[in-house]
């Protein structure tokens, strides 16, 4: 596995480098900003980037943008968002259609070396990572009032699916259906678990948690 990250802390990026390296993955590049962070992807080719959500120059959204770009190029790495606090807006709304090769982790995981090596090891062989403390506040936010029983078989099987992070297309695909079939599903799904479009949650892992969190 070949990995760049990208933090503008370099203790955190010499750490996070050495934790990698001594697992035996090599990290082919280190960034401070995102505008290199994309330099080296372009150049490198890595299999994985570890984004820092916040970077120069603004500290606000840097890595979030920067992993919106790099998911609309199919060639392009699995990306693992790293964030100092729990933020529920703008980097989920990139699980909304493809969470393959995703993840979003607060850094204090770090610490917790085998959660934190398994999460990268599981996004970058294309599954999907949301960090335990990021579902627990939409939990507590807000429940929705449907349940899974109000669902149809078919539509159970859609939400059994995003539950492991396929996309609707692969969806599609183990299905035997349509894409067009399946966003139907999905959006029926949405309906029945009360689960409304806002600007700061994300439909989709909102249902994948409803789906955890009722199947007991």
Do not use: C
Request: charged share 25%; glycine share 6%.
């Amino acid at each position: 596995m070949r990995v760049v990250v990208a933090d503008d802390s370099v203790l955190l990026r010499e750490g996070l480098s050495r934790i990698l390296q001594d697992e035996g993955i090599e990290v082919v590049g280190t960034a401070a900003d995102a505008e290199a962070a994309a330099a080296l992807v372009a150049a490198l080719h890595p299999d994985l980037i570890l984004l820092d959500v916040r970077m120069p120059p603004t500290f606000t959204s840097e890595g979030i943008e920067l992993a919106r770009t790099l998911r609309e190029d199919p060639s392009a790495p699995a990306v693992l968002l790293l964030s100092q606090h729990v933020h529920v807006g703008g980097a989920l709304a990139l699980f909304d259609d493809d969470s393959t090769g995703l993840g979003y982790l607060l850094k204090d995981r770090v610490l917790e070396l085998d959660t934190f090596l398994q999460a990268v090891r599981q996004v970058a062989a294309g599954g999907s990572v949301v960090d335990p403390l990021v579902v627990r506040s939409l939990v507590t936010r807000r429940s929705p009032s449907g349940t899974l029983a109000d669902l149809t078989p078919r539509e159970a099987e859609v939400l059994e699916l995003m539950a492991t992070g396929s996309s609707n297309s692969a969806i599609a695909g183990h299905l035997v259906l349509s894409t067009r079939t399946v966003e139907s599903h999905v959006n029926s799904l949405f309906l029945k678990l009360d689960l409304q479009p806002t600007e700061d949650e994300n439909r989709r892992v909102r249902a994948v948690i409803t789906y955890l969190a009722q199947r007991g």
